[in-house]
């Protein structure tokens, strides 16, 4: 079964740091890639995805990942953070077949201090 | 464009009760998605349906059912509560299906005592 694992459960960073989030994948077909997040009290929000194609995808609020066949990764990384990136951040593969549903890491909780 | 809306935000029931979750999609939206989504996990794939028929599911068991209307608007309901069914509950809408165009909605807050 397919299966994503998120390497940190909770991160702390001070403004201006740069970030690298960690997710891996488990199948070996062909599949898309999602990254969302959710601030305190929103709804999910979808900061990039990855079909095919130029391996480094860009997103929104300067949010960019690279997908890296090999190592099954889809890190996701931003140069600069700000306080405002606060959130839960979720990493999600979808294998396709079929109306399968995405399958969502557990998250990583981003702290970013002032 | 509106987005989708789920109701209520907060719900608690007692063990053994049903409940029914509604979701209102996205305006142009056909097919409808939930998920649970456990404290301190991701979301996990319930079901999907898709110009009223249900067209995926996820690994839970036959109490979980849901239903989808003429204008794709849909319920989640889940029979014989347990206390590990306490969750947030959210539904995204996309167009003809897949996740590549979700928009997902608040979610409800479950809690099951």
């Known amino acids: 079964a397919q299966s994503v694992s998120q390497h940190n459960h909770h991160v702390i960073l001070s403004e201006a740091a740069s970030l690298e989030l960690g997710c891996n994948y488990s199948?070996?077909?062909?599949?898309?890639l999602f990254w969302y997040v959710q601030y305190p009290g929103q709804h999910l929000q979808l900061l990039l995805k990855y079909f095919s194609g130029d391996p480094l995808v860009k997103g929104i609020k300067g949010f960019e990942a690279e997908f890296i066949k090999s190592k099954f990764s889809f890190n996701l990384r931003k140069p600069s953070v700000q306080w405002s990136d606060t959130a839960e951040y979720f990493c999600a593969a979808y294998s396709g077949g079929g109306a399968d549903g995405l399958t969502f890491g557990k998250g990583t909780h981003l702290i970013i201090q002032p | 464009e509106t987005g989708v809306t789920q109701s209520p935000t907060h719900l608690i029931k007692t063990r053994g009760q049903q409940v029914t979750l509604r979701c209102s999609s996205q305006?142009?939206?056909?097919?409808v998605s939930w998920y649970q989504q456990a404290l301190g996990q991701g979301p996990q794939f319930i079901f999907q349906?898709?110009?009223?028929?249900?067209?995926g599911r996820g690994n839970f068991p036959p109490r979980f059912s849901g239903l989808q209307f003429p204008n794709y608007s849909s319920e989640l309901n889940v029979n014989a509560l347990e206390l590990d069914d306490s969750a947030l509950y959210l539904c995204?809408?996309?167009?003809?299906?897949?996740?590549?165009?979700?928009?997902f909605g608040s979610g409800t807050r479950l809690t099951v005592v």
């Open positions: 199948y070996g077909g062909t599949v898309n």
């Open positions: 305006s142009g939206h056909n097919t």
């Open positions: 995204a809408s996309s167009l003809d299906g897949g996740p590549y165009g979700y928009t």
């Open positions: 349906y898709y110009r009223e028929e249900e067209n």
